[in-house]
């Protein structure tokens, strides 16, 4: 699987958008990118998936950059409880789901 | 709630014993996986089972073993604890083996060896 990249803490004020990058510059093209997030101890919580195109839920959206090295996830109105350890994974669809997690982003949401 | 239970919630005990840690995956879930979260070392994938088979390991130690049992939960047990195995450990359930879909994780077993 691919590595990522993500800042390692992020700070943003309360109501506003929060965009946290992710770099993965050597993913291939059967790989998907992942997010999820871990509020302070707590089993990490899935956001969203994506391959190619950009994606929305209702938790955030996902935008990957046409070469896929990159990718942004957006919460569009964090607030205190989006507090939390964000993680960026690759994975492919194989003979395995396991999910490879790197240090991840802390953000901080900030009234 | 993702519907991933664990037991127990906390465990102490002391080097050299041997514990167990239990996982009901989500109702209909064939898959369970283990991951090891430690200060230094952060979240690890430990191993995964699908339908009482092994089906991947991660950065397991071979004092550390796991199975899935028929009716899908599953069981790891460590032995001859270390002071460095404390950590949380985490279980996590999917509906199948690696299609591409979301995992759903319990909330934990904190182990602290003293």
């Known amino acids: 699987d691919a590595k990522t990249t993500q800042p390692t803490s992020m700070d943003c004020a309360e109501g506003r958008a929060a965009n946290l990058p992710c770099n993965h510059s050597?993913?291939?093209?059967?790989?998907?990118v992942y997010w999820y997030r871990q509020i302070h101890s707590q089993g990490p919580q899935y956001i969203i998936h994506?391959?190619?195109n950009n994606e929305t839920n209702e938790m955030a959206s996902l935008i990957i950059t046409e070469d896929r090295k990159s990718s942004t996830l957006i919460l569009p109105h964090a607030t205190l409880r989006d507090t939390a350890v964000y993680y960026c994974i690759v994975r492919v669809e194989g003979n395995t789901g396991k999910l490879i997690f790197g240090q991840g982003t802390t953000l901080q949401v900030k009234p | 709630d993702s519907g991933v239970t664990q037991t127990p919630k906390h465990l102490i005990t002391a080097t050299g014993q041997r514990v167990t840690l239990r996982c009901s995956p989500r109702?209909?879930?064939?898959?369970v996986y283990w991951y090891q979260q430690s200060l230094d070392q952060g979240l690890q994938f430990l191993i995964q089972?699908?339908?009482?088979?092994?089906?991947a390991k991660g950065n397991i130690l071979e004092r550390f073993s796991a199975q899935q049992f028929p009716d899908l939960h599953s069981e790891l047990n460590l032995s001859s604890l270390e002071l460095g195995d404390s950590a949380l450990y985490f279980c996590a359930s999917s509906k199948g083996l690696a299609e591409i879909n979301e995992q759903f994780f319990g909330p934990g077993t904190r182990l602290t060896v003293l």
């Open positions: 109702s209909g879930d064939l898959s």
């Open positions: 089972y699908y339908n009482g088979e092994e089906r």
């Open positions: 050597t993913i291939s093209g059967n790989e998907y």
């Open positions: 994506g391959l190619k």
